[in-house]
């Protein structure tokens, strides 16, 4: 997945390193719907201790991905079609955040894990960085950007559609659809489960959950419609989004993203594996010969 936009003034935004207005809202938007949830109602149940872990988890994770980005800055230095840059790369730092999911941490570091990538998100809305929310501390730290793909860029994506000056009213109806309806997703669940009538409230909203899945998928349609502009582009858009506002249908917003991160991520590392390795095999064309060596005053002395 590789596209670009650009901004009121003019500059180049590439998917999976830098966030647009809309992209960075939903961010911000995300991050501090989430951290609310935790904050008001997840760690007032653990106690001191596991606060503690939390804590230290949360910093370790700092660390731990600081040092891998420094690690791996040539690997995602190599650009969009080498290397670990983009789906690769993002698959590489969402694995062991499966530890999460599947519930082998004990209470404390669990929720420092929650605190890391909530957190995480809302630095990266706040700092415009376009890339996995994991990677965002990193990159505030590092002042590199690498183009790593996560769940967020599916917004991204929805704002490429609304920049462009080809883009007509129907495309730009279809990015403001898919990315409200992506919002959604992502901001309200996690305020609902606030306890007291602040979630009570945001709770009953979610008899909106269809409408907003709804969105999504009309926007998938809207794009199938040829257009003018690049037509590769907003194919892609509209795979994305119907598949996408399916998922909502069946509630497996915004979880479904993770695990396709890290499929297309483990794909797409085996295929340039695989093709770099054919590569480097130089096979000699057919009728071609090589050069006899003939020794010459310079070599036989």
Known sequence: MSAAGTTGRGRALVLGRDAGPVGRAVRVAAGAAALTHILTTKAPEHGGGELLAAAGTALGLAAAYTGLLVLLGPLLARGARNGLSGWPGGALLLLPMLLYPIGVLPDGPALGVALYVEFSVLVAGLTGYGGIELAALPVLLLGRRPVLYGPFNAVDLAERGMRGRWHGTP????????AAGLAWFWVVPPL????GAFGDAFDALGVLDPAAAGAVL??????????PGPARLRRLRAAAFGLLGLGGTIGALPDVLWPLIILTGLVTGVVRLTSGRRREIRVPAPGITARPHVKTSSTTR
């Open 218 to 227: 009309l926007a998938g349609v809207l794009l199938a419609v040829p257009a």
């Open 171 to 178: 495309e730009r109806f279809a990015g403001a659809l898919a």
């Open 192 to 195: 609902a489960a606030v306890r």
